[in-house]
């Protein structure tokens, strides 16, 4: 069966195992998964939950599309990604571009995206050697 091997090539994996492969490991669940290895596109739809153990987040939607060849995963269908030092986004659609460690959040028209984010406080140097 080609997907789970390509899954588990990409780094990431719909199936629990025992040893983990090189890189930061992401875990898709849903109801279904495929990919294609010509554009290397993985998509998985239907109750989607992704964990990314490496970084503490924890996303669920309807769909997920992980597109290889540019290192961005796609979350659409009221997405709900969590942390766990408790920052929170909501949105219907997200682009997270892992190699940038950066994130776009788009909401559905007429509608506006949701976030939460812990604001840790600076310390500053004393005065006084």
Excluded: C
Excluded at 8 to 22: D, M, W
Excluded at 35 to 50: E, F, M, Q
Excluded at 118 to 127: C, F, H, I, M, V
């Amino acid at each position: 069966m080609m997907v789970p091997a390509l899954l588990t090539t990409l780094g990431v994996t719909a199936f629990a195992e025992e040893s983990q492969p090189a890189g930061e490991l992401i875990t898709i669940e849903s109801d279904q998964q495929a990919a294609d290895n010509t554009t290397g596109v993985v998509t998985a739809s239907g109750n989607v939950r992704l964990v990314h153990a490496d970084r503490g987040v924890v996303a669920t939607g309807r769909q997920a599309q992980y597109f290889t060849k540019e290192d961005r995963i796609v979350l659409s269908g009221d997405v709900d990604v969590v942390q766990e030092d408790g920052n929170a986004l909501r949105a219907d659609r997200v682009v997270y571009w892992l190699g940038e460690d950066r994130v776009q959040a788009t909401p559905l028209a007429g509608e506006q995206v949701f976030s939460r984010w812990l604001l840790k406080n600076q310390e500053t140097p004393s005065a006084n050697p």
